[in-house]
């Protein structure tokens, strides 16, 4: 699939487009859960040969977030972290996950719910994610429930605070990432990312 032509993408006439309401991951209705559900487990059985198979969604993530391409006449490879590409590739890759989603569904306004991690409301774990398709044997049950999310978790060096000191925690982090540590277009998008460019010895944001 790699090797086969590319396909000029044309983004839909934003006047005749359905309007899609996203939801808070929270808040979720049982019809909605049901439909979300339906949808992501035709994905889950699509053959790996498929390229709207779950497998190949993981695989574009991982391809581009790890260096496996290299840059166009460089031996860097390219990179979508910690550089002003963030920002515009993450909600891109989002974009086709949900059509795709919506599409296995038949329902054009399908739009995927976002979790509002930012917010004391939202430091959980949704439960919405702890069964069935949504589920991964391999999570760390540590995070479930009511577990407050801690915004800054190293893997390597795991603190547990109080619930009520997690979310103040999180919040003075949001704030510094969003606010008193974002001034600039640069602090708050990234640096620049140009060709020839390696990431690993050039000086970056940690997005």
Same mark, same amino acid.
């Given at each position: 699939?790699?090797?086969?032509?590319?396909?000029?993408?044309?983004?839909?006439?934003?006047?005749?487009?359905?309007?899609?309401?996203?939801?808070?991951?929270?808040?979720?209705?049982?019809?909605?859960?049901?439909?979300?559900?339906?949808?992501?487990?035709?994905?889950?059985?699509?053959?790996?040969?498929?390229?709207?198979?779950?497998?190949?969604?993981?695989?574009?993530?991982?391809?581009?977030?790890?260096?496996?391409?290299?840059?166009?006449?460089?031996?860097?490879?390219?990179?979508?972290?910690?550089?002003?590409?963030?920002?515009?590739?993450?909600?891109?890759?989002?974009?086709?996950?949900?059509?795709?989603?919506?599409?296995?569904?038949?329902?054009?306004?399908?739009? /995927?719910?976002?979790?509002?991690?930012?917010?004391? *409301?939202?430091? &959980?774990? @949704?439960? +919405?994610? #702890?069964?069935?398709?949504?589920?991964?044997?391999?999570?760390?049950?540590?995070?479930?429930?009511?577990?407050?999310?801690?915004?800054?978790?190293?893997?390597?060096?795991?603190?547990?605070?109080?619930?009520?000191?997690?979310?103040?925690?999180?919040?003075?982090?949001?704030?510094?990432?969003?606010?008193?540590?974002?001034?600039?277009?640069?602090?708050? /998008?990234?640096?620049?990312?140009?060709?020839?460019? *390696?990431?690993? &010895?050039? @000086?970056? +944001?940690? #997005?």
């Amino acid at each position: 699939m790699l090797d086969d032509p590319v396909s000029e993408f044309e983004f839909p006439d934003p006047d005749t487009t359905p309007i899609r309401v996203r939801r808070f991951s929270h808040r979720l209705d049982d019809d909605y859960i049901a439909k979300y559900k339906k949808a992501l487990s035709i994905m889950k059985s699509l053959p790996h040969s498929d390229p709207r198979s779950f497998t190949w969604q993981v695989e574009i993530h991982c391809q581009y977030c790890t260096g496996s391409f290299l840059q166009q006449g460089s031996d860097f490879p390219v990179r979508v972290h910690r550089n002003w590409l963030f920002f515009p590739w993450h909600p891109m890759f989002l974009y086709f996950h949900e059509r795709i989603l919506g599409s296995l569904i038949g329902d054009e306004t399908f739009a /995927l719910p976002f979790w509002g991690w930012a917010s004391p *409301d939202g430091m &959980t774990l @949704p439960e +919405l994610y #702890l069964n069935g398709s949504f589920n991964d044997h391999r999570r760390d049950p540590t995070h479930y429930p009511p577990t407050v999310e801690d915004l800054n978790f190293k893997k390597l060096d795991p603190t547990r605070s109080t619930p009520e000191e997690q979310i103040r925690l999180n919040l003075a982090l949001m704030y510094n990432h969003m606010v008193s540590g974002a001034k600039t277009a640069q602090l708050f /998008l990234g640096c620049p990312y140009k060709t020839g460019a *390696d990431m690993v &010895t050039t @000086p970056y +944001l940690l #997005l």
